[in-house]
């Protein structure tokens, strides 16, 4: 497992030898783990280094809990995870058995509509904005607020990622939507505003559900916190 590598233990099993209903690794110590060696490409762009192992980190400990892969997790295939490590996390190489994880990335019809929003407005064709968008799709067809489903530690960054990463289509939520609603929103007005059921946000009554606050805690602090104390 990758924590006990990062800790020193003995030869450590892979990620995939943790067992369904296992007491899943803590996600802040595998974000340590990612972090533990060098990169170039991290140096030179700390930031996308950051949200890279955060998204990887909650990918391992949802992969770890319910027995399935990281790739699942965080929408990437195997030859993804192993340039994504190589390039900016390289401390995952040595401790992710890449060989059990899936050799393409599946998406469901309502992620590629998310896939092909997202695309459209990526900054560059370049591999990160590539990965952080199936990462995004992926992650956003969790339950929580999306920062905290891609182990950010506040909505600032994720806010920081669309502005960097997706910079046209996140100056179109100037409303500061919740991000998932916006991506929604997005994709109806895409539709003919068929999705949501108000031609206007104004006169819509969900309103309250999609504006507003995107408070919590983050997913790294929350597991943790959350966790069995050893002894
Ligand atoms: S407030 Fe209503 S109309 Fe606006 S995005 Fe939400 S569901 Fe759609």
Not at 19 to 48: I, Q, V
Not at 138 to 160: F, K, P, V
Not at 184 to 213: H, I, Q, V, W
Not at 218 to 230: F, G, H, T, V
Request: aromatic share 6%; with cysteine; glycine share 6%.
């Amino acid at each position: 497992m990758i924590i006990a590598a990062a800790h020193g233990s003995t030869p450590a099993p892979s990620l995939n030898a943790v067992g369904r209903g296992e007491r899943a690794p803590d996600p802040a110590a595998f974000y340590d783990a990612l972090r533990a060696a060098p990169a170039p490409a991290a140096a030179a762009d700390p930031f996308t280094a950051h949200v890279l192992a955060c998204i990887l980190a909650v990918g391992l400990h949802e992969a770890a809990l319910d027995g399935s892969s990281l790739g699942r997790a965080v929408g990437l295939d195997r030859d993804q995870l192993a340039q994504l490590l190589r390039d900016w996390l390289p401390a995952g190489l040595a401790q992710i058995d890449l060989a059990a994880e899936p050799s393409t990335a599946a998406f469901d019809d309502e992620e590629e509509q998310l896939l092909q929003l997202l695309q459209s407005h990526q900054a560059d064709q370049s591999a990160p904005a590539r990965w952080l968008t199936a990462m995004v799709v992926r992650r956003s067809m969790s339950d929580n607020h999306l920062w905290q489903d891609l182990g950010l530690i506040e909505r600032a960054e994720l806010t920081r990622l669309m502005d960097e990463r997706f910079p046209h289509l996140a100056g179109r939520n100037v409303s500061n939507m919740k991000w998932k609603k916006f991506f929604y929103r997005s994709l109806c007005e895409m539709e003919g505003f068929t999705l949501c059921t108000a031609p206007s946000c104004r006169e819509c009554a969900d309103f309250d559900n999609c504006f507003g606050e995107e408070t919590g805690e983050s997913a790294l602090a929350r597991i943790r916190r959350d966790a069995p104390r050893a002894g």
